[in-house]
């Protein structure tokens, strides 16, 4: 166990559909960052918060969202999914905003969109 | 962002030790080499990391060469289930927070 809490381990959903991705950090940690895992790929930044507000972007689609609220935990929006957004979501989290310390990642959350 | 680069793939005998390069031509002073493991569909695995000196644990060994250009984890006796993808990432840079990249890795395979 990381520490790193990820919710649901797997998802189902239908095309066009928006589903919500859950990840509480490790103890003491402030930043979140979310990845996007496809099939047999690296891992794809998406976003970080720190303390609550948005530090970095990445390669996010204007479909996702996500924010952090005051009791650290994350959530990614994922709406009007397309079969290609099937994929592992990673969150992972670190003390401070520039990740010293290293990243902790979470199991992820498999999601299938069919 | 201080890119890295690694081989795509590697094998190993099981019992040897696995060498694995990176290069990190652009690291900045403050910057560290942190080196994870994603064993199939799991979430990456911290490994080592280190700024300018060699490390230790009870995983690996990391070398940095004095340039800081490049560097090296050594798994001193590769098992089968050390069979994974790793990669090798720079961390600490302000403005480039949040988003080291991992790229895609080097895919160890040890074989029996």
């Known amino acids: 166990d990381s520490g790193v809490t990820q919710t649901p381990k797997h998802l189902i959903t239908a095309t066009g559909q928006r589903v919500t991705l859950r990840c509480s950090p490790r103890s003491g940690d402030l930043s979140v960052y979310w990845y996007q895992q496809s099939l047999d790929q690296g891992l794809q930044f998406l976003i970080q918060y720190y303390n609550g507000e948005e530090r970095a972007k990445g390669n996010i689609l204007e479909r996702f969202s996500a924010q952090q609220f005051p009791d650290l935990h994350s959530e990614l929006n994922l709406s009007s999914l397309e079969l290609g957004d099937s994929a592992l979501y990673f969150c992972?989290?670190?003390?401070?905003?520039?990740?010293?310390?290293?990243?902790?990642f979470g199991s992820g959350t498999r999601l299938t969109v069919v | 962002d201080a890119k890295t680069t690694q081989p795509t793939s590697m094998d190993c005998a099981e019992g040897r030790a696995a060498n694995l390069p990176c290069n990190h031509s652009t690291i900045s002073g403050n910057e560290y080499v942190y080196w994870y493991r994603q064993i199939h569909s799991q979430g990456p695995q911290y490994i080592i990391h280190?700024?300018?000196n060699n490390e230790t644990n009870e995983m690996a060994s990391l070398i940095i060469t004095e340039d800081r250009k490049s560097s090296t984890l050594i798994l001193p006796h590769a098992t089968l289930r050390d069979t994974a993808v790793y990669y090798c990432i720079v961390i600490g840079r302000k403005a480039n927070a949040g988003k080291s990249t991992f790229g895609d890795g080097t895919t160890l395979t040890v074989k029996p």
């Open positions: 992972a989290s670190s003390v401070g905003p520039e990740g010293a310390g290293g990243y902790t």
């Open positions: 280190g700024l300018k």
